[in-house]
């Protein structure tokens, strides 16, 4: 991933050089498990803790000869030890290497990413409570709807992150695993148990079986829910977009001192940051169908996934970190424009309410389609003539006699329609 879209703190876990150390971590491994059942002499397990080494420049230099990074790094270990070099990579397969090693790798990504879900979470937890009484419009289809509360909608981010939290938490478990099988999976040559003793070693999970490769359905339900987490983040980014379009106007990204909008047009102030977030989500579901298509391989394995994996999981996870803290920064810092929203709530001159004025008429004896009929023709009458809706209820002669002026108010309030906020908040598990 370019430098624009990660941090150095991802960068470094997924360097060349700490993907070497970490193969060093389970080759040392498989030789602690040799040597604890009597295969590898301790003498020899001691030499290999001791002396076993490499240099990311001398692996380069091995692999433009051997065409194969596993062989040029076993080789460059060899050549800093004696004779203790022949238990390097014993009884293995590259495999066995590569995907233990990115069990470990991914756990310690895994564990950047879940402070960042967390820290995500919280700031939308807050900014819930922070407009739970702020009444908005609320559209379906892009038009005006009925009334809600601006912290509903965070809310709601709240609860759907959460549910894809603990979808990447059992996805953690799943691809956090290492297989030490041998070249088909089959532990002929290499016993079970050096797989148990490393993944132990490791704190990864031992998995059952395996062919010479860890089954890809792991990778792929990882990436979905990565791809999840990142459509909502998206989905946020929309909605900003949204509610910052100049005839709306209800909130906006923070736009700092000196920042620019535009080259030609000095007053821009544009949602860059959450068109960013659009764009970035569109990489992810890139992503997890190439990472999809590696599910199928050919018999035990083929060499197929490799590229794929060595590009679109870190950039997938590297970009996953790189959307959660940028959307964090621009939802802590939203500005939001609580009388913008009272205005645009009546924007269209009260017809908002016609679904109270209906329904309390079908409570006093219209039928379900007289009410409708007869409300529908006032807010039309509201909105095409831009006459106050309420107005034109009171003049209505059958409502007349049906309610009084003080019924008809009461129908008007904005207090109504946030009755049952506590509620949601409280189902939500905000507090």
């Known amino acids: 991933m370019i430098e624009r879209y990660s941090t150095q703190q991802m960068r470094d876990i997924f360097s060349s050089q700490h993907k070497f150390e970490t193969f060093l971590k389970v080759e040392l491994a498989c030789s602690k498990s040799f040597c604890k059942h009597g295969v590898i002499p301790e003498k020899d397990y001691k030499n290999l803790i001791k ?63 879940k402070k960042h879900i967390e820290e995500m979470l919280m700031t939308l937890k807050q900014q819930a409570l922070k407009y739970k009484n702020t009444p908005c419009i609320g559209r379906t289809h892009g038009i005006h709807a009925d009334i809600t509360s601006f912290g509903l909608k965070f809310a709601l981010y709240y609860d759907e992150l959460l549910r894809n939290y603990h979808r990447f938490q059992e996805a953690c478990k799943q691809i956090e695993v290492g297989k030490i099988s041998g070249a088909v999976g089959n532990y002929a040559n290499v016993p079970s148990y050096v797989q148990d003793d490393v993944c132990k070693d490791l704190n990864l999970t031992s998995v059952n079986i395996s062919t010479q490769v860890l089954q890809r359905d792991r990778h792929a339900y990882y990436i979905s829910c990565l791809t999840l987490i990142t459509s909502t983040l998206e989905k946020i980014a929309t909605e900003i977009r949204l509610l910052q379009q100049t005839e709306i106007r209800e909130a906006e990204e923070y736009f ?101 004025v209906m329904s309390t008429l079908i409570e006093k004896g219209l039928s379900r389609e007289e009410a409708y009929d007869l409300v529908q023709v006032i807010a039309q009458k509201s909105y095409n003539e831009d006459i106050s809706f309420i107005e034109l209820v009171k003049e209505q002669s059958l409502i007349k006699k049906l309610l009084n002026e003080k019924e008809i108010d009461s129908l008007f309030t904005l207090e109504y329609y946030l009755k049952s906020v506590d509620e949601i908040y409280t189902r939500v598990g905000i507090k």
């Not at 380069?60 to 460059?76: C, M, Q, S, W, Y």
């Not at 990579?89 to 069990?103: A, C, I, K, P, R």
């Open 51 to 113: 002396n076993a080494t490499f240099s990311l420049e001398r692996i380069n230099e091995l692999e433009k000869i051997t065409h194969h990074d596993v062989i040029a790094f076993t080789r460059a270990v060899s050549e800093s030890l004696g004779e203790e070099k022949k238990w390097v990579h014993y009884l293995l397969t590259s495999t066995d290497v590569v995907d233990t090693s990115n069990g470990v790798i991914y756990q310690e990504a895994n564990n950047i990413l």
């Open 256 to 356: 700092s001192k000196g920042q620019k909008g535009s080259s030609a047009m000095p007053h821009k102030r544009n949602p860059i940051g959450s068109e960013n977030m659009v764009g970035c989500a569109r990489m992810m579901r890139g992503y997890m169908i190439s990472i999809y298509e590696d599910i199928p391989l050919w018999h035990e394995r083929d060499i197929s996934h490799s590229s794929v994996e060595r590009v679109c999981l870190p950039d997938a996870i590297m970009l996953s970190e790189y959307m959660l803290i940028r959307m964090n920064n621009i939802v802590s810092n939203l500005i939001v424009y609580p009388k913008r929203m009272l205005k645009n709530i009546y924007l269209t001159n009260g017809v908002i309410f016609s679904q109270r």
